[in-house]
Every structure is written in C-alpha cells, then in structure tokens.
C-alpha cells in the first residue's frame, strides 16, 4: 500500500476519528493533535490495515487505545462509575438550555459510556461493529448504553425544580 | 397509539432494546407530545443530529506526507546512529583486544603500537566513509533496505591514498 492509497483509505475517516477522540479527550486541541498520531499510527500499521476486512473499526479502535493510553499516562482514573456532580437546574428549559444540559451530563459520564453513546447514537454503528472495536461483548455494550442514557437524560428530566 | 404502547417504547429506548424502525417510530411519536421529559429526549436528537458543534480541521494530504516522510527520515538516522556507534565500540575493542593479546605475548615496542593505532584509524575512517556513502544515498531516496553496500566493498586503498 503505497502512501496515496493509504490516504485514499483514511481520508475519508478523519472526522469519524476527531468526534470519537473528542467524545474520549473532552477536549477540542487534544482530540486535534489525537487526529494526526492516529493518522500515522495507522500508516505504521499499513500492512495491518490492509488485512482488515473492516478498515473503519480498525481506525476507531487505533484511536480508542491512543487516547485511552493518553488518559492514562496524564493519570486520569478511568472509572466505571459516572461522576456526581450535577448540572445547574431548572424547571422550564430552552432547547438550547437542555442540549448544553446534556453536553454537560454526557461529559460527565465515565469514558467507556462515553464512548459507546458517541459510536452508536452520534455515529450511528451497529452494535456488532462497536463490540468490535471496543472489545465488549454486545450484551454488555447494551447495559452500557442504557446506563449512558440514563444518567444523560433522565438525571435531567427528574431534577427538581 | 396509546400512551402505554408509547410508554412502553420510551422503556425499550432507555433500555436500549429499540431495533431501527422502533426508534424511528419513537423519533415520530416524541415529536408529537408536550411532556417535559420527552422533551429532553428530543433535545437529545436534535443534538445528535446537528452535531456538537465542535468543528475539527482535517489533515491536509500535503501534511500528511510530509508527516510521514519526516517520520521515515528521522527512523532512518536513528537506526545510523546507532550503527556507526556500534561499528565504532566493535572496531575499538578489536584493536584494544589486538594490542592488549600482543602485549602479552612480547612487549611491544613504540612502532608496533603506532602501526596498530594506525589501522584502526584506517578501519575507523573506512567505516566512516561507508556510512557516509549510504546516508547520502538514504537522502536521495533509496529504500533503506539497500543504501549500504557490502562491507566487502569497503576500499581500504582510497582511504590510504586520501591520507
């Protein structure tokens, strides 16, 4: 594979690697930077790449373990459990209130639900595709994505006002 | 449709069980009520439809290759680096073993000593010039499996000539 094919292949990627690293990284610059390692990451790993029958879980899963190594080496504790801290509250919502609301608990959430709520609801993946390059059985990417959902939506909804 | 079989749905959502076509029923119907909670859900659509707004700036291909080839370049130089140092550690202990083995057998005089320095200078400034031969050819862009010629090939009479 020579480097235009390479690219011909990942090109088209780009953006699905950003959103998936800045649903990880939480942060705009760090999910950037995180774009152009996968990027060469995935050039080291060419001939990998091309043995691949699914090239776009491959990328996914290359970046999935560059920002979970990156969280790890800034000492982030990758919990399981979601964080506690609750959103300013309200008993009426403007749209737009509610969907910075929810940008807010989603941050919130711990990295492995944040990562399966940004494949299968913003990215729209099929659960077979996300057990694979999350490495989770689907019935437990299930649990996971309910739990996500959960703590995002309903911890809004049932706020007092 | 009633508001259990909708209630029903909206549990399947959370419960993530809703196969595609449900949750597009469940699109179709949330858009309908009025409730607070439904609202969010709605809410929570929207923003997976128009996207966190966060805009992200592709690698350009230029970039991209440039990224690689500084990459290739700099793997390149290590991989000499580290070469040249271990030819010159392996040239030094052969002389220092050469001259120490001599040593033991007779006592060396001053001239013997010299003509040993001298060819591990020799042997140090052949493998210099192989290096360098190879580095050069590396910049013009032979595959770096190939830059570096037979050590057979060295030319020990070139370098006595040039001295």
């Not at chain 1, 964080?83 to 209130?97: L, W």
């Not at chain 2, 700036?57 to 271990?86: E, L, V, W």
């Not at chain 2, 590396?138 to 070139?158: A, H, M, Q, T, W």
């Amino acid at each position: 594979m020579d480097k235009e094919d390479f690219w011909n292949h990942i090109n088209p990627l780009q953006e699905r690697i950003f959103r998936f690293a800045l649903s990880i990284l939480k942060n705009k610059e760090d999910a950037q930077d995180a774009l152009h390692d996968v990027v060469v990451k995935l050039w080291d790993s060419k001939h990998r790449l091309m043995s691949e029958k699914n090239i776009n879980a491959f990328a996914l899963k290359t970046t999935k373990n560059y920002c979970i190594d990156l969280l790890r080496k800034r000492g982030e504790v990758l919990t399981l459990a979601a964080s506690h801290q609750t959103p300013a509250t309200g008993s009426s919502y403007e749209q737009q209130d509610l969907i910075a609301l929810i940008k807010n608990r989603s941050h919130q959430l711990p990295v492995q639900q944040r990562m399966v709520l940004e494949l299968k609801d913003f990215q729209g993946y099929s659960y077979e595709e996300i057990s694979k390059i999350l490495d989770i059985p689907i019935a437990t990417l299930r649990v996971v994505l309910s739990r996500a959902r959960k703590f995002v939506l309903k911890s809004v909804t049932h706020e007092p006002g | 449709m009633n508001q259990d079989k909708f209630k029903r749905i909206k549990e399947k959502f959370f419960e993530s069980t809703l196969s595609s076509e449900e949750e597009l029923r469940f699109k179709n119907l949330l858009s309908e009520s009025k409730d607070m909670d439904d609202e969010v859900i709605q809410s929570y659509f929207k923003l997976i439809e128009d996207g966190d707004g966060e805009a992200f700036t592709p690698i350009s291909k230029a970039q991209f290759f440039a990224a690689i080839d500084s990459k290739n370049r700099k793997r390149r130089h290590r991989i000499f680096r580290i070469a040249i140092s271990a030819a010159a550690v392996v040239i030094l202990l052969v002389g220092y073993l050469v001259v120490r083995d001599q040593q033991a057998a007779k006592r060396l005089s001053q001239a013997e000593i010299d003509r040993s320095l001298e060819t591990t200078r020799l042997a140090l400034a052949s493998f210099s010039k192989y290096f360098d031969k190879g580095l050069e050819k590396i910049d013009e862009g032979v595959n770096f499996s190939r830059p570096f010629e037979s050590l057979s090939k060295i030319d020990v009479d070139e370098i006595k000539n040039e001295k």
